[in-house]
């Protein structure tokens, strides 16, 4: 197959890079559609992964209520397609990477390609320290708050929701190196812009923990804002690795 250089691309007439367009979005939705499909005929073990953290802190009668008929329909309808989302995203990475590629030079190529790698690891790795770290400590406090006079009577829906926006975001958090890293082979920032600036991004990080994080706790809070920390040294280091020299 004969690689177009970018001029070329760029050559082409509009309407056929939309039609191609169009084409890869039509394939991303059915590979997402695919996917969850499956998700959602594959449920219950994905359904016991995301409950696990909640069923610890219920005490062994404790149970997980549903308060309308249709709820836990589409919960489980909303866990399928977030989960088919997951299992879709390299097919969809591709298929970006695809569209933008012949557009690309070389060297462009060349820095493009670990950048998505390090975009899904950064992402997942977030999510994963929310739910093996986070959630068994955050759990079993918002639980206590009941004390004598409430019990504590879990709602399905509202816990998938909070779950789910938890680990998206905890999930984002960690792409400020990758965000950063771009940004410094852009040339936009510096890594010594960066370390001149530390003081304020510590104070960013536990004002940005106080707010996301769903406890008061402090312990809590800070199981977000010192490896938004951690991931911001990181960053400095990754941008002066990659920063342009003069």
């Given at each position: 197959?004969?690689?177009?250089?970018?001029?070329?691309?760029?050559?082409?007439?509009?309407?056929?890079?939309?039609?191609?367009?169009?084409?890869?979005?039509?394939?991303?939705?059915?590979?997402?559609?695919?996917?969850?499909?499956?998700?959602?005929?594959?449920?219950?073990?994905?359904?016991?992964?995301?409950?696990?953290?909640?069923?610890?802190?219920?005490?062994?009668?404790?149970?997980?209520?549903?308060?309308?008929?249709?709820?836990?329909?589409?919960?489980?309808?909303?866990?399928?397609?977030?989960?088919?989302?997951?299992?879709?995203?390299?097919?969809?990475?591709?298929?970006?990477?695809?569209?933008?590629?012949?557009?690309?030079?070389?060297h462009e190529k060349r820095f493009a390609r670990p950048l998505?790698?390090?975009?899904?690891?950064?992402?997942?790795?977030?999510?994963?320290?929310?739910?093996?770290?986070?959630?068994?400590?955050?759990?079993?406090?918002?639980?206590?708050?009941?004390?004598?006079?409430?019990?504590?009577?879990?709602?399905?829906?509202?816990?998938?929701?909070?779950?789910?926006?938890?680990?998206?975001?905890?999930?984002?958090?960690?792409?400020?190196?990758?965000?950063?890293?771009?940004?410094?082979?852009?040339?936009?920032?510096?890594?010594?812009?960066?370390?001149?600036?530390?003081?304020?991004?510590?104070?960013?990080?536990?004002?940005?923990?106080?707010?996301?994080?769903?406890?008061?706790?402090?312990?809590?809070?800070?199981?977000?804002?010192?490896?938004?920390?951690?991931?911001?040294?990181?960053?400095?280091?990754?941008?002066?690795?990659?920063?342009?020299?003069?």
């Amino acid at each position: 197959m004969i690689q177009k250089s970018p001029e070329e691309d760029q050559n082409l007439p509009l309407t056929a890079h939309l039609v191609e367009l169009r084409e890869r979005l039509l394939k991303s939705l059915v590979a997402w559609m695919a996917a969850s499909a499956l998700s959602y005929w594959k449920l219950e073990p994905l359904l016991r992964f995301l409950l696990k953290p909640l069923r610890a802190a219920l005490p062994p009668e404790g149970k997980i209520m549903f308060i309308a008929y249709q709820e836990a329909f589409f919960t489980y309808l909303k866990i399928a397609l977030v989960f088919g989302a997951l299992w879709a995203s390299p097919y969809i990475l591709y298929q970006a990477w695809a569209f933008v590629a012949p557009g690309l030079y070389p060297h462009e190529k060349r820095f493009a390609r670990p950048l998505i790698l390090a975009s899904c690891v950064a992402f997942l790795g977030g999510a994963a320290f929310a739910y093996f770290l986070v959630f068994p400590r955050a759990f079993p406090f918002l639980a206590r708050f009941g004390g004598e006079l409430l019990e504590f009577k879990p709602v399905f829906r509202d816990y998938v929701s909070f779950a789910l926006r938890m680990l998206v975001v905890f999930g984002l958090c960690f792409e400020v190196p990758v965000a950063l890293a771009v940004a410094g082979k852009l040339g936009v920032v510096k890594a010594r812009t960066l370390s001149r600036a530390r003081p304020y991004a510590i104070v960013g990080a536990f004002v940005v923990a106080a707010i996301l994080t769903p406890t008061p706790d402090v312990v809590n809070q800070l199981f977000l804002a010192l490896p938004l920390v951690f991931l911001y040294e990181a960053s400095i280091l990754v941008v002066w690795l990659l920063e342009p020299r003069a």
